[in-house]
């Protein structure tokens, strides 16, 4: 597995000055399929990537989106890959805050449709983040730099401000979106920045759809037998494609390994969040149900403990697992819904014995999944199997070099 591609988006930078491009008044980029045929204005992805990649939009100028979606971990945050027992969420901008979610991988995050309810099927679909709160990447965008635990400026103000100081920065805010970073009209000018960088997210490096998988499913190369059986698992008795669907989605070449949906698995507390605050316990997270206006929707509670369905792609490289993290390894959370109605219980997720002899009680016992998991009755070859298939799903699997390239272009590429 070569290592050389993942490496190399840090080397790619793109040059600005910029080219021809003006600013339009629509600059709409949809958050749904397919998103980079349809995005016109190339300059506004290289001035996303700049702003993805700058550390100076944070309190210390220490900390950018980079800092916790880098390429190297799969998009997801590095630090929690090094140490996903003890790091399952990510050091803020300032020293001693945490998040309180495992950071998601920000890859192959641009297909998630806009966040509506589904009819027909009865569930909230879409949105980004683990509770489909921001409605698309750009809307996504805008909060990192204000959470005061993530990169913690005080205000939009201070980000624009900033900015303000790289004229790369200011040049190209003018250009490309006709407004300056100096002018007091804040509300107009700070959603320009998630513009930009929802620009940058949906391109290629964001979605190389280049692992052993997708060489399989295009019949370039065979899976082993173990991964052969974990694919089948996947998409029969492990009911792994119920909701990380295998299939791509319609009119879409590539699955996604997730339907956008909303479950409740029953995942424990992880107690060693609150270790990293400092505190003996953090509220309960309700995840989707726990967003103020679901909850005056449902207020039977019945989206309470729900969270996205995540892509499993590079999942091999995004530890630790789950909206805490609680599961530090693929074979750990594997484990998890083949046997939590089964195995017996520990009191909580630091217990020697978890996942041994017993899974802790659930965070949110409301609306857990009893139907899809919990007792799958899959024997150790098979839980093997299926962790051998899901590392089969990560990006950059092999040299681009080993294979036909027709027109010069990566096959599998969009
Ligand atoms: C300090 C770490 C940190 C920083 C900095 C950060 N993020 Fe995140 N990101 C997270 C965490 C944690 C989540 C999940 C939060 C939640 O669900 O409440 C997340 C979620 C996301 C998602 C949602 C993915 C999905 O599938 O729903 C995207 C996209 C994303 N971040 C992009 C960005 C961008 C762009 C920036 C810079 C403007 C950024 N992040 C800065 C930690 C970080
Ligand atoms: C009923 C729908 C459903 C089924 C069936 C399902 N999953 Fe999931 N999966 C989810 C949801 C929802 C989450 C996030 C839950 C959370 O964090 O609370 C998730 C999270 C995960 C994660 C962690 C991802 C991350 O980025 O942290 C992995 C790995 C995973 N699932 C693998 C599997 C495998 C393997 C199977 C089959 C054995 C499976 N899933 C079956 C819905 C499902």
């Not at 916790?68 to 590095?78: E, I, N, R, V």
């Not at 295009?218 to 494609?241: H, R, V, Y």
Request: charge should be negative.
């Amino acid at each position: 597995m070569l290592i050389v591609a993942r490496t190399m988006i840090a080397f790619s930078v793109f040059v600005l000055p910029l080219t021809g491009e003006t600013a339009t008044t629509s600059d709409t980029m949809p958050a749904t399929l397919p998103p980079l045929q349809n995005t016109p204005l190339p300059d506004r992805v290289k001035l996303g990537f700049l702003l993805y990649n700058d550390l100076n939009i944070s309190a210390r100028r220490n900390t950018g989106c980079v800092t916790c979606h880098a390429h190297s971990a799969g998009f997801a945050d590095p630090r929690s890959a090094a140490d996903p027992v003890n790091m399952p969420v990510s050091p803020g901008s300032e020293p001693g805050k945490f998040g309180t979610r495992n950071a998601q991988t920000a890859a192959y995050a641009t297909f998630s449709p806009p966040f509506h309810w589904d009819e027909q099927n009865q569930t909230y679909v879409g949105g980004q983040f683990w509770d489909g709160r921001a409605n698309s990447l750009k809307d996504q965008a805008i909060g990192p730099p204000l959470n005061p635990l993530e990169m913690a400026m005080p205000n939009k103000e201070a980000v624009l401000a900033r900015l303000a100081e790289n004229p790369v920065y200011l040049e190209a805010f003018r250009r490309l979106y006709g407004v300056d970073l100096k002018w007091p009209q804040v509300e107009m000018v700070y959603p320009k920045f998630g513009a930009a960088i929802g620009s940058f997210e949906p391109t290629d490096e964001f979605a190389e759809f280049n692992s052993k998988y997708d060489y399989y499913v295009a019949s370039k190369i065979d899976l082993t037998p173990q991964e052969q059986l974990g694919l089948q698992l996947f998409n029969g008795k492990a009911k792994c494609s119920n909701c990380h669907s295998s299939k791509p989605p319609a009119n879409y070449p590539h699955a996604l390994f997730t339907d956008f949906t909303y479950d409740n698995l029953g995942l424990p507390v992880n107690p060693r969040i609150a270790v990293l605050h400092g505190v003996v316990s953090l509220p309960l997270d309700l995840g989707l149900g726990g967003r103020p206006e679901i909850a005056a929707k449902h207020p039977d509670g019945s989206q309470n403990g729900k969270f996205k369905v995540p892509t499993l792609r590079n999942i091999e490289i995004t530890p630790p697992y789950g909206h805490n993290g609680v599961f530090a390894t693929l074979e750990q959370i594997v484990h998890f819904y083949n046997t939590r109605d089964t195995l017996g219980e520990v009191p909580d997720a630091t217990d020697p014995n978890f996942g041994i002899t017993g899974w802790p009680k659930p965070e949110v016992p409301k609306n857990v999944n009893r139907a899809e998991l919990g007792n799958l009755g899959l024997t150790d070859e098979e839980e093997a199997a299926v962790v051998a298939f899901l590392k089969t799903l990560t990006d950059d699997a092999f040299d681009e070099k080993d294979l036909e390239h027709p027109e010069g272009q990566a096959p599998l590429r969009r």
